[in-house]
């Protein structure tokens, strides 16, 4: 019989979760680096050095890949011959880990979690509840695999419930592009096939907990059908020419993940689910004796990345920034941003957006003229950080505020990441505004770049906050211009007829 203590099993979670916030796993890391080298997308291939570079800074600095620290998800599988020296349910348990993990003074993480989500969606401060999946199983210790799960790769999340001699290869590539770019690719697609609807999703997340090898399995080729299907999907995904960042490029998925299991003789349900570029989890056991001990990576494991500077970034003052300056910007331009910048996502837009219908002013000290507003809910800062990882949010969510932005707050225009829907680039086009990304799973990086930040409206939002940037040569790139030209467009449209001629090599 093992007894686990308490103490062991919250602290193994809590180190767990700060591993992974930090730390990208070696596999991942590999994989990432092999899409960099082969990337023949100049606007990829950045976008890979990025989130590169941002990686090595994370584990260098102990802080976190992304500013999305993520819904924490666990599967446990608890042997039959466990005792536990606690009080506390297997959720409690692990939400104390949560707790303690994201509010950790050297290396605090972002609280994500809100309550009431159909109503109030009040941040609970702390990021729990968390999700924990729990199976009985034989033997005397505790499996835990753990993750930290993005909300812009989960909001992808798909569920078809298919026919039988339906195609699953049919429907994963005319799924995948619907998902867009806020899911951040490249990343690994997990898909679970069969039992019912929630059995399908449930092993669409679990198959996303193994290792990355579809490199080693292209060379030993595969030896059951479900590998077989990860091949082809893996090749023809990557035929789609969507590319990291949806910038148009050669990688896509890093892998495509299969977990199966019988179903009905009438179903054939499939649900697919992406990792994005910050993939975040770790497995470990406890058998009695201690907290689990995980392997501190070396810095030497790192590729050295260079971002190629041929082409010089045109600088920008936003301090002074006028429309007509903004009209001479090239789609795919990449532009270096000094001055300062608003803040503002999802909540903050709502609430700006009803002030407005109700005739109400804007809170004290906020006004939009002029300025570009960046989609962002950072992570706090620590020691002498302005603020700490801000990569951007998804823009998409933003697209139904946006007519009110350009035509009643006098904003000049925004940063984001992901594609923006038809209607918001006419808006863009109609208002001589324009729309900025910055490179998603780069958060990190690109907080370098921000030297001050304070708290303009609505500190009551947690994260969400409207805040004041003044940042120094902050990279970004010119994703839809004033003219109405969009790079989620034009380069997957371009890749997918370049990929077309280009041989697939078996290495
Ligand atoms: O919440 C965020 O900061 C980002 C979110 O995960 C997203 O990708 O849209």
């Known amino acids: ?46 976008a890979i050095g990025q989130i590169l570079i941002n990686s090595y800074l994370c584990a260098q600095g102990q802080r976190p890949l992304c500013q999305d620290t993520g819904i924490v998800v666990s599967f446990i599988k608890v042997g039959m011959d466990v005792r536990w020296d606690s009080s506390l349910s297997l959720q409690e348990l ?64 798909k569920l078809a419930m298919l026919e039988p001699s339906d195609s699953i290869v049919d429907w994963v590539l005319e799924t995948v592009p619907t998902m867009g770019a806020g899911w951040c690719p490249p990343g690994v697609l997990g898909i679970g096939i069969g039992g019912t609807a929630e059995k399908a999703v449930l092993l669409a997340k679990q198959s996303l907990f193994a290792p990355i ?48 299991t019988a179903t009905h003789a009438t179903s054939l349900p499939v649900a697919m689910i992406p990792n994005c570029a ?10 009695g004796s201690g907290p689990a001990v995980l392997p501190v990576p070396k810095l030497e494991d790192w590729p050295q990345i ?36 608003l803040t503002g996502r999802d909540a903050a837009h709502k609430r700006i957006v009803d002030l407005i219908a109700q005739g109400k002013p804007m809170p004290d000290g906020l006004d939009f003229t002029n300025r ?49 829907g038809d209607d918001t680039i006419n808006l863009i086009k109609q ?26 409206a609505f500190p009551d939002l947690g994260m969400e906050a409207i805040y004041e940037f003044v940042v120094e040569d902050m990279p970004v790139t010119v994703a ?8 989620h467009s034009t380069g997957p449209a371009e890749w997918r007829a370049k990929i077309a001629n280009i041989p697939v090599i078996v290495e």
Not at 7 to 19: G, M, N, T
């Open 213 to 260: 090898d579809i490199q080693a399995l292209k060379a030993r080729g595969p030896s059951n059908k479900a590998e077989g299907l990860r091949l082809d999907l893996y090749e023809k995904v990557n035929r789609l020419g969507i590319g990291a960042q949806g910038l148009g490029g050669l990688t896509t998925v890093l892998d495509v993940k299969i977990l199966d």
């Open 94 to 157: 692990v939400d104390e880990g949560v707790r303690r993990a994201y509010g950790d003074l050297n290396n605090p993480l972002r609280a994500s979690i809100v309550s009431d989500p159909a109503g109030g969606r009040i941040n609970t401060r702390d990021n729990t509840p968390s999700v924990v999946h729990v199976e009985l199983v034989p033997g005397n210790q505790v499996d835990i695999n753990i993750s930290a799960k993005g909300g812009g790769s989960e909001n992808k999340a």
């Open 306 to 341: 260079a971002l190629d500077a041929s082409t010089p970034s045109r600088k920008v003052n936003l301090d002074i920034l006028k429309k007509q300056d903004i009209a001479s910007w090239q789609p795919g331009e990449k532009l270096l941003l000094s001055g300062k910048l």
């Open 431 to 456: 208002h001589q505004s324009a729309y900025l990304i910055a490179i998603g799973g780069a958060a990190y990086l690109i907080s370098q770049a921000i030297k001050s930040a304070r708290i303009v």
């Open 1 to 46: 019989m093992t007894l686990i203590k308490q103490e062991d099993f919250i602290s193994s979670i809590h180190q767990a979760l700060q591993y992974i916030a930090c730390y990208h796993s070696p596999d991942f890391l590999a994989a990432l680096h092999h899409a960099w080298q082969h990337e023949e997308s100049d606007a990829a291939k950045d």
């Open 278 to 287: 910050a993939t975040r989890h770790v497995h470990f056991t406890l058998d």
């Open 372 to 420: 570009f507003i960046y989609y962002v809910g950072p992570v706090n800062a620590v020691r002498d950080e302005a603020i700490g990882p801000a990569g951007p949010t998804t823009a998409t969510r933003m697209d139904r505020f946006t007519d009110v932005m350009l035509s009643k707050t006098d904003l000049l225009g925004m940063i984001g990441k992901a594609e923006r």
């Open 480 to 487: 839809v211009d004033s003219k109405g030209h969009s790079v």
